[in-house]
Each structure stands twice: as C-alpha cells, then as structure tokens.
Nanobody, 124 residues
Framework: QVQLVEFGGGLVQTGGSLRLSCAAS????????MGWFRQSPGKERELVAA????????YYVDSVKGRFTISRDNTKHTVYVQMNSLKPEDTAVYFC?????????????????WGQGTQVTVSS
C-alpha cells in the first residue's frame, strides 16, 4: 500500500502562484507513475499533469500548458506541481494519484492510490 498526502493548497488571486506537494509513504520503494487531478463541483475529475517514474516523460492538459510544471524528487518520495498565472477556472480540489506502473496514464481508473485532496481557490 501507498499513502499519499497533499500539501500547499489555498486561496490566491488571479495571476498568482501556488506549489502543491504530494508526499508518499508506505511501500514507496515501488516505482510509480504519478499524476495530479482536479475536480470542481459538477465536473468530472480531470488529469492536469502526470510524470513517469524517471521524470523523463510528462503530460499536461492543454489548459495548463505553459503555466503548470510537474516534477518529482524520488529521494524524498514527493511529487510537486508548480502552478503559475493561476486563473479562476483553476479553482478545484486537487488530488495526487499514483500508479503501480512506472509510466504515465491519462485516465483516473488506471491510478491505484489517491490522496485526500487539497482545495485551490483562485479569486478574480
């Protein structure tokens, strides 16, 4: 089992920045592809960014390209997403997720472990 805990959410004005962190514990020796998802009321959970075990492959949804950067530090069992130029439409609960596989996946059902989520609110 892998436990995931997100940190770093909060309230920020339009144009501001936040960095979310996801700390993994438990069987962290597993090689995991990781992803950040978000969900706002009335909408489906959406993959925002993903990163492979090595960090060599990344994915971003079009709406965040050029603004968000996903990274990981495997020595600290932690994944980050740096969010810049935030917009009101980025407001959502952000979830960290891990796969048992080393690669990237684009669908929520292929992620095996989930954090509890952290709220990000961008005021206009």
């Amino acid at each position: 089992q892998v436990q995931l805990v997100e940190f770093g959410g909060g309230l920020v004005q339009t144009g501001g920045s936040l960095r979310l962190s996801c700390a993994a514990s438990g069987r962290t020796s597993l090689s995991n592809g990781m992803g950040w998802f978000r969900q706002s009321p009335g909408k489906e959970r959406e993959l925002v960014a993903a990163i492979s075990w090595s960090g060599g492959s990344t994915y971003y949804v079009d709406s965040v390209k050029g603004r968000f950067t996903i990274s990981r530090d495997n020595t600290k069992h932690t994944v980050y997403v740096q969010m810049n130029s935030l917009k009101p439409e980025d407001t959502a609960v952000y979830f960290c997720a891990a796969r048992r596989d080393i690669g990237i996946s684009y669908t929520a059902r292929e992620y095996d472990y989930w954090g509890q989520g952290t709220q990000v609110t961008v005021s206009s």
